[in-house]
């Protein structure tokens, strides 16, 4: 029986398996994956409009069949995680058990949209399903898919393959998937044994916390409200407030994310000699790896965690003192730090040596860009989605692909959450910030880089 949940009308919960057989074997995760932080189960949202085209073309089934073709070469999402012991170290059962599917019914519109287009997946990991689907139809002629998938198999990256594989069955795509699925997590990702002597080879401020960590402003069960920032203006806006020399080498991204670090420490009105941090994602595909001192690039293909955090810290005080472009200059740096050559396989040792320990998140803006990710470019059949990014509402602030302000080229969105009060001084923050460039204080400040 259908079960109601605000406005969705939600089906039996059913299991799609791999349309046809599979190996049953165990496959070990990478020492990457299994960290403690991400045994979870991270969301997303694709929104699909009524295409004409597809008038009497049942979006449901289209996509249990195409999942049902995706899961024989991603058959590992067909199974569920087991922890072994000692150490806690999980490895994945291949049982061809399937993914779960709902198929639901809304009568509201895309506007209206919340979490109950997602299933529930309460609770731990280990030996539960790895993946969740679920495809609402709209009122509109559309529909939404919601997933859940846990994080300790793959990131955003690879989630974006997995999906694009879907993608592609669903269209009928001759030769899909068009990327192979690499697995490979024991032999690319793994800590060094005998662990090195020092085993941690590089600083990981990411892993240790900030003193006085329980003054924090606010916490996740807070009441928060959401606001996107940011437009092609403001961008142009933040090159000319970084002196010329450091522009040059700092990304969209890095200017970005160091603006809003500066604007939100100011905004959470925290004490100038607290240190806070900003944190936010590095993909090391295509990057060297660094076991021994060889590079080896990641495969194509390869869709486990394969990510590093980047971390910056300053007092308040300083953030607050000195221009935008010392808290530029601090983003540039670390994320040139998690790049070097042999950080992620420090990681792993790391984890492998001190029994994966939590990322640290007090007094720490986090964010994270998936502009890149392929999220929005996700076709099924139905052109390319509404949206398509993080479903779940949660503090850690995502860069979106989008537009905004009338702009007619893809730009960038900059989603935040916050509580209300702090969210009302955020946005004075950037606006008077964004209001005007002090070139005295600015050109003082090149002359020292």
């Known amino acids: 029986m259908a079960r109601t949940m605000s406005s969705v009308s939600r089906g039996a919960v059913e299991f799609v398996a791999p349309a046809r057989a599979t190996p049953y074997e165990f496959k070990p995760l990478s020492d990457i994956d299994d960290q403690e932080g991400l045994r979870f189960y991270r969301s997303s949202l694709f929104l699909y409009r009524r295409c004409a085209a597809k008038d009497g073309v049942d979006p449901v089934t289209v996509l249990r069949a195409a999942l ?7 058959y590992p999402l067909a199974g569920h995680i ?6 806690r170290k999980l490895l994945v059962e291949c049982t061809g058990e399937g993914a779960v599917f709902v198929a639901a019914e809304s009568g509201v519109a895309m506007e209206e949209l919340g979490e109950e287009f997602l299933c529930a997946a309460d609770g731990g990991i280990v030996g539960r399903p790895l993946l969740y689907f679920q495809v609402t139809r709209m009122r509109c002629g559309g529909f939404v898919l919601g997933i859940l998938i846990c994080h300790c198999i793959t990131d955003a990256a690879g989630v974006a393959q997995f999906m694009t594989a879907v993608g592609e069955f669903a269209r009928g795509l001759p030769g899909a998937p068009t990327v192979k699925p690499v697995w490979a997590r024991r032999e690319l990702l793994s800590a060094r044994r005998p662990p090195p002597r020092d085993v941690a080879t590089r600083h990981h401020p990411e892993y240790e916390p900030v003193p006085d960590a329980t003054r924090d402003k606010f916490s996740p069960s807070d009441a928060l409200v ?5 437009g092609r203006r403001e961008i142009a806006t933040l090159h000319a407030l970084a ?9 969209r991204f890095d200017l970005i994310a160091a603006f809003m670090w500066r604007c939100c420490a100011n905004a959470l009105q925290y004490d100038a000699a607290d240190a806070v941090r900003v944190q936010f994602v590095m993909n090391t595909r295509g990057r060297g790896r660094g076991r021994s001192n060889a590079p080896l690039l990641l495969p194509d293909g390869y869709y486990g965690n394969a990510f590093a955090f980047a971390v910056a810290e300053s007092p308040v005080g300083e953030l607050h003192r000195r221009p935008f472009a010392h808290a530029l200059l601090l983003v540039v740096d670390a994320k040139a730090r998690a790049m070097e050559e042999g950080h992620l396989q ?18 720490t803006y986090v964010v994270l860009d998936i502009t890149r990710a392929g999220f929005n470019g996700l076709d099924v059949g139905w052109g390319t989605p509404v949206y398509g990014g993080p479903a779940r509402k949660t ?19 900059v989603h935040m959450r916050l509580p209300a009060p702090v969210m009302e001084r955020m946005v004075a923050e950037v606006a ?4 005007g460039v002090d070139a005295h204080t600015e050109a003082s400040l090149a002359a020292k880089l």
Not at 68 to 74: M, P, Q, S, T, W
Not at 226 to 230: E, L, S, V
Not at 432 to 435: T, V
Request: hydrophobic share 40%; charged share 25%; no cysteine.
């Open 395 to 413: 503090p850690a602030t995502f860069h979106i692909a989008g537009r905004r302000n009338g702009d007619s080229e893809e730009g960038i969105e």
């Open 346 to 363: 420090s990681v792993a040792d790391l984890m492998a040596a001190r029994g994966r320990p939590r990322f640290a998140v007090a007094r």
């Open 82 to 87: 087991v922890e072994a012991s000692p150490g």
């Open 226 to 230: 959401h606001r996107p920032f940011f």
């Open 243 to 251: 002196p010329p020399s450091l522009a040059s080498r700092s990304s």
């Open 68 to 74: 049902a073709e995706a899961l024989v070469r991603y």
């Open 432 to 435: 008077r910030e964004l209001g």
